[in-house]
């Protein structure tokens, strides 16, 4: 089955930067729609950025300039670059792997972003 494994979060002091990786198995990830959401405390979960399978991208407006999404086929594996992060980025952090409607999510991985 498919199975969504994301590293790469932690604390980081304001303005600082992280890079998170999700590896996807068990599947063809070059045919998968990614995207990485977040859920801060008591806030519902909120799509970040997206990569279709053809690479292109889409971001929340927040995330426009900060951040980057990218994919890299021959690794099965998508990555969010964030950058001048802040302390209203705290959140886990979830990838998402969508196919036809049908979709499979990650662990999540926390980001702490210290002021």
């Known amino acids: 089955q498919v199975q969504l494994v994301e590293s790469g979060g932690g604390l980081v002091q304001l303005g600082g930067s992280l890079r998170l990786s999700c590896v996807l198995s068990?599947?063809?990830?070059?045919?998968?729609?990614m995207g990485w959401y977040r859920q801060a405390p008591g806030k519902q979960r909120e799509l970040v950025a997206a990569?279709?399978?053809?690479?292109?991208?889409d971001y929340v407006e927040y995330a426009k300039g900060r951040f980057i999404i990218s994919r890299d086929n021959a690794k099965n594996t998508v990555y969010l670059q964030m950058n001048s992060l802040k302390p209203e980025d705290t959140a886990v952090y979830y990838c998402?792997?969508?196919?036809?409607?049908?979709?499979?999510w990650g662990q999540g991985t926390q980001v702490t972003v210290s002021s």
């Open positions: 068990g599947s063809i990830f070059r045919l998968y729609n």
């Open positions: 990569i279709t399978s053809g690479g292109s991208t």
């Open positions: 998402n792997a969508n196919l036809v409607g049908v979709n499979f």
